[in-house]
């Protein structure tokens, strides 16, 4: 350890002087001068007049830091799961300011005063703090204001309304539970407090790891900053310099860790109310499923499955026998997921309630006493989940859902919601021992609660289980997938949800959803056609409405949508191959599914006006209009893109209107996409036929796609039980490659059968040889009957495409074309 500046430190008291006239005696506290600076390693401690600060080198691309008005407390958080990384870096200083150097980034800290200003290696200034505002203090309310740059935009926030620009808005972070909210109404449900400034070419992200509530600034209201800020605790942020915006998330998620592989079936679809009640709907709800040939691999029960809303309960009047239907609905394909709230009723004799006490695990008053709020069953405490007792028993609890034969749960009402959504704040949780009161706790209630849940139910099944979560904090997506909350049966908010998925996408957060066909209010026929078909290509695909609505099944709404329904669950149960594999790369890069268009092209100004329009993995294009339009305008990045349905071309940069059918969801393949099909299944129980369709698209770009398989359910994967290999298309050499696939298990398809489109009649072949390649007719949607009395169809849409069968051998095999 050495320490710079000794002549500073020596004469400190002098800076009290140097203070600016407005900040000595102003309500606002400036952080002042620097008086000492210690190098240790990759971490410099630094002293100013008003506040101590830490400076760590986390990796060549992340930087830390820390502030307060006091010596920094012990380091904890929820969030970040990983520690810094050896790095290359180089300290230099003089009286003004202090250099950090990586290869990847340089930060110059000035002295007079303290403030912080991030660089390029070769100068370009890429964020700064504010000149003259820098890091204050508002009584315990501390802000770091950034300069705003000309041009620069926002993005991410994770579950935030409004635009995908966050430019012009500001933003709170309270964990709230806000029934039928508005499209621009905040905060929601979740806190992920990162962002991605993109301006000039450059891009960077900045997560605040602080669970006090937070508000950030994009320009509202002011012309100068944008800021972040929280309502207590310390200024610990981490700054992250990528070129590539993607490459970002990645970074992000590698502090805050990155989802588990999830069980297959919960990435088919699925049937819920508010609520299936008794049994007997329940099983008629899944035998019309099956009926109607609409796949389906999950049904969901709300609060109406229990003895009075008490959690871990079931009413014996509706659902005599749970472990009976759940087995029966599993000899069907369905899994089943429950719904689960914190709130414990407060009920002498109720089992969970008195094994509660007796553990003594619930949240108290300062001085002592259980707090009690009220919530679904009447007057309830809460589970401690921040204190590893609190967890333990909740674990205990939930086995009882997997000896009743449970697959999912669905974490409810973890905001923590409670009726008059006013919680004391003189409520304190364990926090790790460390003890902390409800306005530091409470943003991290409901991620603590999906932990605990995660953590109980993996052991309890002993293989993967279904996690659903309202309520989190950054780092969610190691524990539980997030859906949007209780919105509304109305156009904008379908489309809102659309941007709010992509959202969350870029905050860090993969398995996402939202209800489809709105859960108040009851959807036209239009709206509820357009959004099935949107849900099929979300993360989570859940068919969700509330009480007192009409039925919302999809036989609800006539024949007509009852066909284009089955025709999206249809295409999306044979894009689980593709599906499958996205998910496994978010487990790896914590890339999303859903991805917004600023990933890929963040600095075309033009997706920021289409910002409804999003990736799926990385192939396919979506853009979603309201179900009542006659026509939109479609935006297409640069490349060539593929009209899904037809394989019509169309060269990207370019704006079209279209004709918008309420049987068709715009649809694009980007040029020379690989995406694994499968035959169509009635749900993943089932297997498909031994042959994996790989669809390419032809294309002036190279492209890989990671195909990934394993059982679907259990963790033999971590032992090495899966199979993977990388597919390649390789443009300038005209071959499409095979590599020798990896893991133990051997693939459930025996062969693969590749559709060439846009390759016209090119000779394939293998090893040297020529290959006998077929033409087949490919449509992957069925037509839609036209209703008349002799029930004719319309003509199927759709192209001829060139395909080659081959063996699914396991050592790498070539196609050159």
Known sequence: MKIFDRAVLAFGVCFAFSLPVWAQNSPVKPMGNVTAVTENGQQLKITTQNARAEVTVYTPSVIRVRIDKQELGADFSYAVIAQPQKAKSSVTQNDNEIQVVTDSVKLVIGKKPFSVAFYTPDGKVISQDEVGLTTSWVNENVTTYKKMQEGERFVGLGEKTGGLDRRGSGYTHWNSDVFGYRVDQDPLYSTIPFYIGIHHGLNYGIFLDNTWQSDFNFGASNNRFSSFGARGGEMNYYFIYHKNLGDIITSYTALTGRMNLPPLWSLGYQQNRYSYYPDTEVYRIAQTLREKKIPADGITLDIHYMDKYKVFTWDKNRFPDPVKMNNRLKEMGFKTTVIVDPGVKAEPGYGVYERGLKDDIFIKYADNNNYTGEVWPGWCHFPDFTSVKGRDWWQGEIKQYAADGVSGIWNDMNEIATWGQKMPDNVIFDWEGRKAAHPEARNAYGMQMARASYEGFRKALNKRPFILSRSGYAGLQRYSALWTGDNRAEDDHMLQG????????????????????????????????????????????????????????????????????????????????????????????????????????????????????????????????????????????????????????????????????????????????????????????EQPTDTLNVHIYKGDVNNSFVYYEDDGESYNYEKGSFYKRNISYNAAKKAITFAKAEGSLTSKFKYVRLYMHGFGSATVKQAGKQVQAKTDFVSFINPISKFDPQGVANKAEGSDTRTITLPNNSTEFVINY
């Not at 969700?544 to 669950?569: C, D, M, Q």
């Open 498 to 685: 659309v941007r709010l998925l992509s959202s969350l996408g870029l905050s860090g957060v993969p398995f996402t959803g939202m209800d489809i066909g709105g859960f108040t209010g009851n959807a036209s026929v239009a709206l509820y056609t357009r959004w099935v078909q949107i849900g099929a290509f979300n993360p989570y695909f859940r068919n969700h409405t509330g009480v007192n609505t009409k039925s919302a099944e999809p036989w609800a709404f006539g024949e007509e949508t009852l066909e284009i329904a089955r025709n999206y669950i249809n295409l999306r149960y044979k894009l689980l191959p593709y599906l499958y594999s996205t998910f496994y790369e978010a487990t790896q890069d914590g890339w999303p599914v859903v991805r917004s268009l600023a990933i890929n092209y963040a600095h075309d100004a033009k997706v920021y006006q289409y910002q409804n329009q999003y990736l799926f993995g990385n192939a396919f294009l979506i853009a979603p209009f309201a179900g009542t339009d006659a026509y939109g305008t479609i935006y297409l990045p640069k490349g060539k893109w593929y009209n899904l349905y037809s394989d019509e071309v169309s060269n990207g940069g370019t704006e079209t209107i279209v004709k918008l059918v309420n049987n068709k969801l715009p649809v694009y393949v980007k040029e020379s996409a690989i995406i694994p099909m499968q035959s169509l299944i009635q749900n993943t129980t």
